[in-house]
């Protein structure tokens, strides 16, 4: 079954530390691969996607993320975070049997200030 | 550009009842998903429209129904609700063909079911 994994559920950093948010996916097909974010109040809008080609990724916010096949993972990076990336962070594939997106379960990331 | 837009924000009904959420798509997007977010845990997908018609189903029981109208705005009728239907619910809406991955989520809905 297709299936995403996030393996932190809740991050806490201080500011400027660096970040990684570990992501792993279960399927068969082609991947595409996103990651999300949800602040606090609002909508999820997408950070980053990986369709094809160069396996890192940079999203908006200073956000990459590297693609690695061979160990299905797709991890969320920042060098350094700030106060305002305090959110929940959302992996996610996209099947294109059946037209939806298949998510992970979150790591609610707090940075204290 | 008009986003993806959600009504009401915020819903409170009785186990047993009905409800309607309602969703208008970005504009020039032709399909629309639904999700349902449980505190804590990721969208999980109900299902997609797409030319009016159901386009994909995910793992939820008939009482989730659904339509999409002529203008790709589209609704989420839940029958006989139960206290587990308590959650987000996420409309997105998508291009079809090739784009339909890149989806763009509206506010929710926050449907409290006692």
């Known amino acids: 079954a297709q299936s995403v994994s996030q393996h932190n559920h809740h991050v806490i950093l201080s500011e400027a530390a660096s970040l990684e948010l570990g992501c792993n996916y279960s399927y068969g097909g082609t991947v595409n691969l996103f990651w999300y974010v949800q602040y606090p109040g609002q909508h999820l809008q997408l950070l980053l996607k990986y369709f094809s080609g160069d396996p890192l990724v940079k999203g908006i916010k200073g956000f990459e993320a590297e693609f690695i096949k061979s160990k299905f993972s797709f991890n969320l990076r920042k060098p350094s975070v700030q106060w305002s990336d305090t959110a929940e962070y959302f992996c996610a594939v996209y099947s294109s049997n059946t037209g939806k997106l298949i998510f992970g379960q979150g790591t609610t990331l707090q940075v204290k200030p | 550009e008009t986003g993806v837009t959600q009504s009401p924000t915020h819903l409170i009904k009785t186990r047993g009842q009905q409800v309607t959420l309602r969703c208008s798509s970005q504009?020039?997007?032709?399909?629309v998903s639904w999700y349902q977010q449980a505190l804590g845990q990721g969208p999980q997908f109900i299902f997609q429209y797409y030319r009016e018609e159901e386009n994909g189903r995910g793992n939820f029981p008939p009482r989730f129904s659904g339509l999409q109208f002529p203008n790709y705005s589209s609704e989420l009728n839940v029958n006989a609700l139960e206290l587990d239907d308590s959650a987000l619910y996420l409309c997105?809406?998508?291009?079809?063909?090739?784009?339909?991955?890149?989806?763009?989520f509206g506010p929710g809905t926050r449907l409290t079911v006692t």
């Open positions: 504009s020039g997007h032709n399909t």
């Open positions: 997105a809406s998508s291009l079809s063909g090739t784009r339909t991955y890149e989806q763009y």
